[in-house]
């Protein structure tokens, strides 16, 4: 596969006098939504290192400089090249945004919360909108910036790492599917005995007492740490010790609401004795104290919109393609997320809005439009019911305008579209994966894999990615693949594996990659 003639039109249509000004290149990746820092762009794994990778590239770039850039990232490029990211118009919907973050902004009303009494010493002036598509487009606007407590939108990401680390079958054994018809810390179960979903207090504090219960405190935490790093796109994630003190000293409610439980065996057997683990008071107290911890953690709006993309987009980060959760468990977070994620108010947001969400008392709404972006807004004041009063109006207005809503493909007026219709193409599929492998374009291969799809699959000739990165001398390539348990005996027509073809190019190579071929037969061998 030849890449020698695959980019001349893309370069052709940005050069002048046969070379591409970097300001030109640099203005249509700003133009498509896509961020000059993205950890996307490169040939390192380290993310520190890509960032600086559009930055080193020459003012004016040859036709080779060129080629070498978009095989760093194909799939990414490609989309760029062609308008073909999700969101196509990306400064028109960008223009909608901010029009849309203004008129929001006269919402004055509400009250920033005052049950925790380091809440209430935010500033109520504060008001941020973010988004991420699930290509990684990213816009936003106002107090981006700003730390803020995630509160109860840690609770569907507890029960996303509950599942991962357990199943489906044994979380909901202890958490019940259903909306309580409550408040969200009512002292209440359902008719089993069990919280009634994982999306109110009793739901997430069950959650939590599944997260590595027999594990310290210490480990718990850094385990969930890692997996909301990994969703914000491998971004630093903080704490705030104050606010996990004064939820603390402020939980009768939650400390009664596990006492009940306990009581009720729900921690123990929950609703089936068959799933039934030893627990004692100290796990109450661990769990109580580590359930503290998940609200206090701290993120910004920025964060917050990558990890709704990356629900958004079934589990896989859109910035960094790592697969950070499965698919069905991620159906599973959003179908409670479209019934129980605002509180008292998830009637009315699911009959108005029509989106997955989660809101939490520090001002923050995640919402989730599935197969196209994630949205975040922070504004601290909440109406009577605690969710973000700009926030509420902001969706309003957005679904308003944008055909956002699960159930706006009945209507017969029209609101403005904002994606083309995704169809999956498996012969597309694997003419990237192949392409990706033989150019050695780590990016697109991560990003191909992450999305689910099989890379033994090979051509018609029964070759493989492994073929084609093996016979190229791509050991990055053939590295990532093995360690994803790639069949490395996989035969093509002629029966030759990517060892065969290992061996074969390597005798023919002279000076060029000589000591990658060896690494790779050792590899294979």
């Known amino acids: 596969m030849d890449k020698t003639n695959e980019f001349r039109t893309y370069f052709e249509t940005l050069s002048l006098n046969d070379v591409v000004n970097k300001c030109v290149l640099l203005d249509l990746i700003k133009k498509s939504g896509i961020m000059l820092n993205d950890p996307r762009f490169g040939k390192s794994n380290d993310n520190s290192l890509m960032s600086s990778y559009l930055e080193e590239l020459p003012e004016e770039i040859n036709y080779e400089i060129f080629c070498e850039f978009v095989s760093s990232n194909t799939l990414l490029l490609n989309k760029i090249f062609d308008k073909d990211l999700i969101i196509s118009n990306w400064e028109q919907f960008c223009k909608d945004i901010n029009e849309i973050q203004l008129l929001a902004n006269e919402c004055v009303s509400g009250k920033v919360a005052s049950y925790i009494p380091q809440l209430a010493k935010v500033s109520d002036k504060l008001y941020g909108v973010s988004i991420c598509s699930v290509d990684g487009q990213q816009h936003h606007g106002g107090d981006v910036e700003h730390h803020f407590c995630v509160q109860s939108c840690s609770k569907p990401i507890t029960y996303l790492i509950a599942t991962d680390l357990n199943n489906s079958e044994y979380v909901h054994n202890f958490i019940g599917r259903e909306p309580s018809g409550k408040n969200f810390n009512e002292l209440c179960l359902n008719g089993e005995n069990i919280p009634h979903n994982p999306l109110i207090n009793s739901g997430a504090i069950m959650a939590a007492s599944l997260v590595n219960y027999r594990h310290s405190i210490a480990d718990r935490f850094d385990t969930v740490m890692g997996y909301w790093s990994k969703l914000a796109g491998n971004t630093k994630i ?288």
């Not at 179908?335 to 997955?356: K, N, Q, R, V």
């Not at 493989?464 to 069949?487: D, M, P, R, Y």
């Open 238 to 525: 903080n704490f705030s010790n104050s606010v996990y003190l004064s939820e603390r000293t402020t939980a009768d409610r939650n400390f009664c609401l596990g006492y009940m439980m306990q009581e009720s065996l729900a921690f123990s057997e929950g609703k089936d004795k068959k799933f039934q683990r030893d627990w004692n008071n100290n796990d109450l107290h661990d769990s109580l104290d580590f359930y503290f911890q998940c609200c206090s953690i701290e993120i910004t709006c920025k964060q917050a919109s990558i990890i709704a993309a990356t629900l958004a987009n079934g589990g896989v980060c859109p910035v960094t393609n790592d697969k950070v959760f499965s698919p069905d468990i991620v159906k599973n977070a959003l179908s409670l997320m479209s019934s129980c994620g605002m509180y008292d108010y998830s009637g009315e947001w699911a009959y108005t809005i029509g989106i997955p969400a989660k809101s939490g008392v520090s001002g923050i709404i995640m919402g989730i439009i599935p197969n196209v972006m994630g949205i975040a807004v922070f504004s601290p004041k909440l109406d009577e019911i605690g969710n973000s009063a700009k926030g509420i109006e902001f969706f309003k207005k957005l679904t308003t305008k944008y055909s956002f809503h699960v159930f706006d493909n009945v209507l017969n007026t029209k609101k403005k579209a904002v994606s083309k219709c995704d169809v999956i193409n498996e012969e597309l599929n694997l003419y990237r994966a192949l392409t990706a492998a033989s150019n050695g374009d780590i990016n697109s291969v991560r990003s191909i894999y992450a999305k689910g799809y099989d890379l033994n699959i090979g051509d018609y000739d029964g070759r493989t990615a492994l073929h084609l990165a093996a016979s190229e001398g791509k050991l990055e390539i053939v590295e990532f693949l093995l360690s994803k348990n790639i069949n490395m005996l996989a035969k093509d027509r002629w029966t030759n594996t990517p060892l065969d073809d290992a061996m074969r190019e390597k005798d023919k190579c002279i000076i060029t990659n000589r000591d990658d071929y060896e690494k790779i037969i050792t590899l294979l061998q």
